[in-house]
């Protein structure tokens, strides 16, 4: 009884949407009720199994359609800081890593007295402005970085490894690093070139910014 129920149900669908006839499936049904010791298919005659698959046929791009929806629905979502307005600054292609103060990208564990401290003196931060390592001869220190997928980011770091069109981006965990980024070649804005240093006062009237805190919940 439960699955003549459902056969009904799938075929007043299909009947909705495909233009099967009502007639065709209220048969299928009553000859269901009437002979529940055969085949369904039997039961159900050559004529309503051709609707059935006629029906089905018209209906392939609508089943198709709701997939291609479904999958998109799936995929990250813009944030609000990705809509950064770029046009008015020069692009730079890079590949861009990312890194964190510990052992495993410096080779300075915390007792080390210069655990977390960048080249131009500041501590390593992730922020609305956040430091960055870079090849100075291409981007000085105190360079400003829009960086799609991560967000602002200043220089003020480099690293032995980061020559020419490369950066990499601070994280706070090897974890966020892996999951947050990887490596990935894109285009990157140039917001404000560097003087070739920088201060913690600068980073944090960055940071601290009113027109930039409803931005803050978007980096976690």
């Known amino acids: 009884m439960m699955t003549v129920l459902l056969v009904w149900a799938i075929l007043a669908t299909l009947s909705s949407i495909s233009g099967v ?28 199994i051709l609707v059935l698959s006629q029906a089905m046929e018209k209906t392939t791009g609508i089943w198709a359609h709701e997939f291609k929806v479904n999958a998109e629905s799936l995929a990250p979502k813009e944030t609000a800081l990705d809509q950064f307005d770029v046009s008015p600054y020069p692009s730079v292609k890079v590949t861009a890593t990312g890194y964190t103060a510990g052992v495993e990208s410096t080779g300075k ?37 829009f960086i799609p997928g991560y967000g602002f980011g200043v220089v003020a770091d480099t690293g032995s490894a980061i020559k020419g069109r490369k950066i990499d981006l601070y994280f706070e965990t090897i974890k966020d690093v892996y999951e947050k980024w990887g490596k990935k070649t894109l285009s990157v804005y140039v917001v404000q070139k560097g003087s070739g240093k920088l201060t913690e006062k600068e980073l944090k009237t960055w940071n601290e910014q009113k027109s930039m805190q409803h931005y803050r919940k978007q980096l976690y």
Request: a positive charge; glycine letters at 6%; aromatic letters at 8%.
């Open 21 to 48: 006839e009502a007639a065709d499936v209220s048969h299928w049904a009553a000859v269901s009720l009437q002979e529940p010791q055969k085949n369904i298919f039997e039961r159900a005659g050559t004529k309503t």
């Open 109 to 145: 564990s915390k007792a080390h007295p210069a655990y977390g401290i960048t080249k131009s003196g500041l501590r390593v931060k992730r922020d609305l402005y956040s430091t960055i390592a870079a090849d100075t001869n291409i981007f000085p220190i105190g360079t400003i970085l």
